[in-house]
């Protein structure tokens, strides 16, 4: 792992380009499409697989299509997350130091909204960072950008990542799905057919065989009496145990 960028692997280093995201979260978002997909035969599984993505596009698409419309620029998420970040922001104390590289301090009121101690953080607009580490992370204006952008009078849309936007998230949408028809109109396969091996098939009855390797604590005590597993005594089993209780 050593060889590999920590940039690759690692929030702290990623300056960003996964917006907070880590590398499992992109392919989990689909739980909830792919919901009621599950333990179903191969066909059906593909079949309803290709369904619930396509249903999610087309909904997804007309949502956003329609908030554009709406003379929305974020999704909802970035809008409520701007403005609990400028309300909190509003009662910050700013310090500028060198304006041509927009270099802010920003120093914290308590706030028991914060649910942590009152910091002062570096705020450098032009490098789009903040000792927080959110402004840098989320590629989204922190409640020190904001403050930071509030007291020289800027506009802090101007801070926020384009990927946010609307109209690049539609972006995604755009893209298409087609009715598959029915199986009489498809085109003749005429390649080869796979198989399954039916040595690797499970078998309908007994104790399935394991492929894990064992080792020194898998190896029986040798000699060592049995028990009953209902009373834990030793000398007869659950079928002839003294203590079971029978029930008329």
């Known amino acids: 792992m050593d060889q590999i960028p920590k940039s690759k692997w690692t929030q ?9 995201h880590m590398t499992t979260n992109l392919a989990k978002c689909m739980n909830s499409v792919l919901k009621g997909a599950r333990a179903l035969p191969i066909a059906a599984l593909v079949n309803e697989t290709f369904n619930k993505i396509n249903d999610s596009f087309v909904t997804n698409g007309i949502k956003i299509m329609n908030m ?6 974020y999704s909802k998420d970035v809008y409520v997350m ?3 970040n400028q309300h909190i922001a509003t009662s910050h104390y700013v310090r500028m130091y060198v304006r ?4 802010f301090e920003v120093q914290e009121i308590a706030n028991t909204r914060l649910d942590r101690r009152a910091m002062a953080c570096t705020v450098k607009l032009n490098e789009w960072s903040c000792d927080c580490g959110q402004f840098q992370a989320l590629r989204l204006p922190c409640l020190h950008a904001i403050a930071a952008c509030v007291f020289c009078n800027l506009n802090y849309d101007d801070f926020v990542d384009p990927v946010y936007k609307l109209e690049n998230i539609f ?7 087609h009715s598959l028809g029915s199986e009489d109109t498809w085109p003749q396969y ?8 039916p040595s690797k098939r499970r078998l309908t009855s007994g104790k399935p065989t394991t492929t894990r390797i064992h080792n020194e604590m898998d190896e029986p005590i040798p000699n060592r009496p049995k028990k009953c597993s ?11 145990c003294p203590y079971k209780q029978v029930h008329d």
Do not use: C, P, W
């Not at 702290?12 to 907070?20: N, W």
């Not at 005429?190 to 091996?197: E, G, V």
């Not at 209902?230 to 002839?240: A, I, Y």
């Open 190 to 197: 005429l390649d080869s057919y796979f198989m399954s091996d």
């Open 100 to 103: 041509e590289t927009g270099e």
């Open 12 to 20: 702290a280093y990623d300056k960003g380009k996964q917006y907070d």
């Open 68 to 73: 554009i419309k709406a003379g929305h620029r």
């Open 171 to 177: 972006k995604v949408y755009q893209h298409h799905f």
């Open 82 to 84: 701007m403005q609990e």
């Open 230 to 240: 209902l009373s834990r005594s030793e000398g007869h089993n659950r079928t002839n």
